[in-house]
Each structure stands twice: as C-alpha cells, then as structure tokens.
C-alpha cells in the first residue's frame, strides 16, 4: 500500500509525499515512485482523505504502468497532442480561435516549460497580463478557458497530477447585456426604418475621376453624375427578416430556397454560416433551440416569390458566369437543384454573400436615409445589425407577446435569458398586470 507521509510547506499550506514500492532492482535496491500531494481542502480530516484518495489511484497507475510523466513533455509539445484529439470536436473557426490565443499569449510565456512544472501563479501571470493590457472582461474568461482546457486534458491523460488552473486567481465577473446595454430601434423607428428607409430612392452623388478605354487603353475623365437608385430587393428582404424574425447573421447568410415553406408561410433554421480567416463554413446553430421553425407575414413570401424570380433570371443573364446552383446535372451526374442556392447572394455570381456585407448595407441605408432627414430627430440612430434581433424582441414583448413565444423566435435555450436580455420591455406589462389585480378587486 502507498506510504502517506504529511508536509508542512514554507507558506504554511499541507502537502503529502505519496510512495509506492515497486520492488528491487538488480543490486536489490528499493525501487520507489514518489510524488506530492496538495489537497485542496485546508481542514486537516479532509485534507488527509483527499491525500487517501489520489494515493490510491497514484498506486494502481504505477503498479498498472499506466503513468505518464510530464516531466519530459513541454507545454508547447503538449498543446500539439491536445490539438490532434481534442481539438477537433470544435467547430472551425472555435479552432482558429483557440490556436491564436495559445500562439499569441500562452506559448511564448509557459511554452519552453515542462507541463508539470507550470503552477497557478505562472497562469495568473498571463491573466494579470490581459487585465493590464486593458482587455475585456469576456477576453480575458476565454483566454482562460482556453488554458483551462488544455490542462484539464492534460490531468484527464494522467500527464499531470493536478490542474494548476483550479488554484488560480478569480477571473473578473462578465456583465450580462441588458436592456439598459443594448440598443434597438423604437417602434416609429422600426416603421420609418422599414417602411420608408427600405423602399425610398436615394440621390447619389459619383464624383469626378479618371477612367481607361477598355478598347483603346486611353485614360479619360469622369464628370461628377448623380443617379437614382432604390434598395435592392434582396436587401430589402434581408432587414425586414432581421427584424421579423429575429434571426442571427449567420442564420441569415446560410438560408436556402428549400428552407422557404410558401404553403405553411415558415422559415426552417437548420444551420449557419461562420467564418476562419480563409474560408466560410457552414455549422449548427449556436444552441439545439436554434434550430427552429418561424412563421412569418404573407408581405415576406410576396416579396420571396418575387426576388427568386429576379434570381433566376439573374442566373440565365450571367450565363457561365453564374457560379452558384442551377437546374441540371452536376458533373458527377447527379441532379442540380436552384433551390440549393442561398437567398441572399452576391450578384456578379450567384455565390453566398460575405458576412460582412450585410453590417456594410445597413449602415449605407441608414446613412442615406439620414442624410434626406433635415431634423435630428427624424433620424435613425447607427445601431448595430445585430441591433435588429434586439428590435424585433423588444418590439414583440412591447405588443405583450409571451415570453416562452418570443424566446422560440429567438432560438434561446432557456426563457430566462429572454428574460435577462429583454426584461426592459415589459414595464408596460406589469403595469397592466397591478391595473388587472386593482380591478379584479374593485
């Protein structure tokens, strides 16, 4: 059985010097395997329980020859094993994220160190590092997570004893956003913004430049010329959908024709696009409830119907040029489908649009609309894209939608956090609700 032999260390905390016998080698001398123990409790009857307890699995992780030492694996040659087996659960751009914050932050800190020598203070370094850097409170719980997950891997694969992470500092709390936080537009912004913003002509001014002949190669001046133009039907589509259906960009960018139910007027949330620094994916959405059906005003499906005929026809314009999905056999001879293409696409190929373009069109909306607004307050406030979700809720629950339907529409997993994020909108409700018991009673 493994001898437990109790330590008291320079600064006063306990410690236990486990040993267990592994026989004699062949001048017969004792052969012993030892390590040290900090439990985590500071009363001295479950300190020593605790001390107990790992002793036995210490034991039959040597007598089994189960023990890995990570006194000769580095931290950086570690993350590399973490990398190749846990790391790929992730989705891609989790992944990205992970590997920069380590390469950025933690490897060239605690990278040349052996895993077992790194202790709580040298994370906290790297913590206290952040905070002095001046990053957010949400930066610096992700910048530990991430260290916390390799460690906590690392203990889960026996390389070491204990996770240095459980004995680190408090890391500052995250603010929830509520609605004193964020931003929506009210409910006469709403309807300027959709019903004027979205449909009127702007005036736009193109200023004088140069130009080149495509024929002749010659340079040539460009008078200053203003146009007319309206917004494009898909972008009207997109912003009235971000506020309808409170849908995230990502669910936004991802959908397809075939998630389009005309006959039942719903819009199936199935997935997302997401990006890395080199390609756009598709994933799930960010939880199960995610994944969702909406139903949405017979207005969206008029106009639906109608910029899927402008797709399709943009699609025989182009030609070869079309790059996105069109009735016929793929080359593998399978069957082709328009209604594979997203809705919402860039119009020189048919492709998916960026993740950013929408953020951009937005706020050129808002911008032009601005502009043709001679009072202040007849203008839109630059909220966020993200703001338009945010809207439709707030607006939702300032009608006395309840908050279990609301919180569908917004694929929450829980009620409660559309409690927490939007609890601003129901004053009016619980006002209604004191006048409702004051009657009731006379």
């Known amino acids: 059985m493994a001898s437990i032999k109790e330590k008291t260390n320079k600064d006063g905390s306990t410690s236990f010097l486990i040993e267990v016998y592994c026989g004699r080698d062949s001048e017969g001398k004792r052969i012993m395997k030892r390590t040290t123990f900090r439990p985590k409790s500071t009363a001295p009857t479950k300190a020593q329980k605790e001390a107990e307890k790992f002793a036995a699995q210490y034991e039959e992780q040597v007598l089994n020859g189960e023990l890995v030492s990570g006194d000769k694996v580095t931290v950086s040659e570690f993350v590399k094993i973490w990398e190749e087996n846990w790391l790929p659960a992730k989705t891609p751009s989790v992944q990205e994220n992970y590997k920069d914050v380590l390469r950025l932050h933690v490897l060239p800190v605690i990278g040349h160190m052996k895993i077992t ?21 949400s930066t610096i719980r992700d910048r530990f997570s991430i260290i916390n ?35 929506f537009f009210n409910g006469d912004q709403s309807r300027r913004f959709i019903r004027d913003a ?31 133009r309206g917004v494009p039907l898909q972008w009207r589509i997109y912003f009235m ?13 991802a959908l397809t024709w075939k998630d389009i139910d005309e006959k039942r007027r719903v819009i199936s949330i199935e997935k997302a696009a997401a990006m890395t620094k080199k390609k756009k994916y598709i994933k799930g959405p960010k939880t199960e409830a995610g994944i969702r059906e909406l139903t949405m005003p017979d207005e969206i499906f008029v106009l639906l119907k109608e910029w899927k005929k402008e797709q399709a026809a943009l699609c025989v314009k182009l030609g070869t040029a079309w790059k996105g999905h069109r009735n016929g056999k793929n080359d593998d001879g399978t069957r082709d489908s328009f209604d594979e293409n997203t ?7 048919g492709l ?20 043709t607004r001679k009072k202040e307050e007849e203008k839109l406030p630059r909220i966020r894209l993200h703001d338009l979700r945010h809207t439709g809720a707030t607006l939702l629950l300032g009608e006395k939608t ?8 917004l694929g929450h997993a829980k009620a409660s956090v559309t409690l927490d994020i939007y609890g601003h909108a129901l004053p009016e409700n619980d006002k209604q609700a004191a006048d409702t018991l004051a009657a009731l009673f006379g």
């Not at 140069?210 to 008078?223: L, M, N």
Request: charged share 30%; hydrophobic share 30%; glycine share 6%.
């Open 117 to 137: 020598a790194v202790k709580a203070p040298h994370i906290d370094k790297i913590i206290q590092t952040a905070k002095a850097e001046g990053r957010a409170p």
């Open 149 to 183: 997950s390799v460690f906590k891997y690392a203990y889960k694969k026996q390389y070491i004893r204990e996770n240095p992470c459980q004995r680190c500092d408090e890391r500052p709390p995250v603010k929830m956003k509520t609605g004193k936080d964020i931003q």
């Open 198 to 228: 979205l449909t009127m002509e702007y005036e736009i001014t193109y200023g004088k430049r140069g130009r080149k002949s495509k024929k002749t190669g010659k340079e040539y001046a460009v008078k200053e010329y203003k146009v007319k």
């Open 241 to 253: 959908m971000a506020v309808y259906g409170t849908f995230r960009r990502g669910e936004m960018c």
């Open 343 to 349: 809705i919402f696409i860039q119009p020189d190929n």
């Open 352 to 371: 998916p649009i960026h993740l950013s373009t929408p953020n951009h069109k937005f706020h050129e909306i808002v911008d032009l609309y601005n502009a």
């Open 402 to 409: 309840d908050i279990e339907t609301v919180s569908h529409r």
